[in-house]
């Protein structure tokens, strides 16, 4: 499979990410910045919605794209993510992680040493898994971080004091302390976004199809289909978080 490493590629798709959400910002974005606060969550609800987020392995094409549009949406600070994109490389020796992609910086051409002695290489796009029985949530001493209706594990910046017991919790190493606004932060799905009828950011722009973002119990939905074959694996299943998002052809080695 093609890499798309070439620099030039990456600018362009900086460019088109920056259009789509700025043409997003112009629309209902602008409107809804709304602070995660618990009473702003609960008057907003999910209109009986129970959200899950599909990663098709085997679409990811490892393009970045996905990690600096989330970078972008939701002002992550530099050397901070939200979502970032592994890859994994396998040899007779095992499968390890060879690089990363984090906002800003490519993956780099697997190296022609170890693309010889491969096996298979895999991309696997990581984000908050809004666990529905979150360690994260638990540990919590103030209740901050919360799960809100539709199923979306969230922080209320004004509630929390930073004191990052969820960071130390979180088995999936997901959550990291912002230093402008002083909160454990972490992606919300981009809540602001879906609340007003828009897909997560890097959703829309997986130019594969990789993300996808709906309702786990609408068997019209293509993700309530997905969900309700049974045909997806979580990471980390023996944490018993019971994870929302849900892997498709996630190699046996990830997990
Ligand atoms: Fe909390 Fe980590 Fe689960 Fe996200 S992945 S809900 S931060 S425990
Ligand atoms: Fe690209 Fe989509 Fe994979 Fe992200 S998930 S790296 S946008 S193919």
Same mark, same amino acid.
């Given at each position: 499979?093609?890499?798309?490493?070439?620099?030039?590629?990456?600018?362009?798709?900086?460019? +088109?990410?920056?259009?789509?959400?700025?043409?997003?910002?112009?629309? /209902?974005?602008?409107?809804?910045?709304?602070?995660?606060?618990?009473?702003?969550?609960?008057?907003?609800?999910?209109?009986?919605?129970?959200?899950?987020?599909?990663?098709d392995v085997s679409k990811c094409i490892g393009c970045g794209y996905c990690v600096d549009a989330?970078?972008?949406?939701?002002?992550? %600070?530099?050397?901070?993510?939200?979502?970032?994109?592994?890859?994994?490389?396998?040899?007779?020796?095992?499968?390890?992680?060879?690089?990363?992609?984090?906002?800003?910086?490519?993956? !780099? /051409? +697997?190296?022609?040493?170890?693309?010889?002695?491969?096996?298979?290489?895999?991309?696997? %796009?990581?984000?908050?898994?809004?666990?529905?029985?979150? !360690?994260?949530?638990?540990?919590? /001493?103030?209740?901050?971080?919360?799960?809100? *209706?539709?199923?979306?594990?969230?922080?209320?910046?004004?509630?929390?004091?930073?004191?990052?017991?969820?960071?130390?919790?979180? %088995?999936?190493?997901?959550?990291?302390?912002?230093?402008?606004?002083?909160?454990?932060?972490?992606?919300?799905?981009?809540?602001?976004?879906?609340?007003?009828?828009?897909?997560?950011?890097?959703?829309?722009?997986? /130019?594969?199809?990789?993300?996808?973002?709906?309702?786990?119990?609408? *068997?019209?939905?293509?993700?309530?289909?997905? &969900?309700?074959?049974?045909?997806?694996?979580?990471?980390? !299943?023996?944490?018993?978080?019971?994870?929302?998002? +849900? &892997?498709?052809?996630? %190699?046996?080695?990830?997990?």
């Amino acid at each position: 499979m093609e890499q798309p490493t070439c620099k030039g590629r990456r600018t362009f798709l900086h460019e +088109l990410v920056l259009g789509a959400v700025a043409f997003a910002a112009a629309g /209902p974005i602008a409107l809804l910045s709304s602070p995660r606060s618990h009473a702003a969550v609960a008057a907003q609800g999910a209109n009986g919605k129970e959200y899950a987020f599909v990663v098709d392995v085997s679409k990811c094409i490892g393009c970045g794209y996905c990690v600096d549009a989330c970078a972008i949406e939701n002002k992550v %600070p530099k050397d901070s993510v939200r979502t970032w994109v592994e890859r994994y490389v396998a040899t007779e020796e095992g499968a390890h992680i060879d690089a990363i992609d984090t906002p800003g910086k490519a993956l !780099p /051409p +697997l190296p022609a040493a170890l693309l010889e002695k491969s096996k298979w290489s895999a991309f696997v %796009p990581k984000l908050c898994n809004h666990c529905e029985n979150a !360690p994260c949530v638990q540990v919590c /001493p103030v209740g901050a971080t919360f799960t809100a *209706p539709g199923g979306f594990v969230l922080v209320d910046p004004e509630h929390c004091i930073g004191c990052g017991y969820c960071i130390q919790a979180c %088995p999936y190493g997901v959550r990291f302390f912002n230093e402008k606004t002083h909160i454990a932060d972490k992606c919300t799905w981009c809540y602001h976004r879906v609340s007003k009828g828009l897909e997560p950011a890097c959703v829309t722009v997986c /130019p594969t199809n990789a993300r996808q973002f709906g309702d786990r119990n609408n *068997p019209a939905d293509p993700v309530g289909k997905i &969900y309700q074959s049974d045909n997806w694996q979580t990471l980390k !299943p023996d944490m018993h978080s019971h994870s929302r998002v +849900l &892997y498709l052809g996630l %190699p046996r080695e990830v997990i």
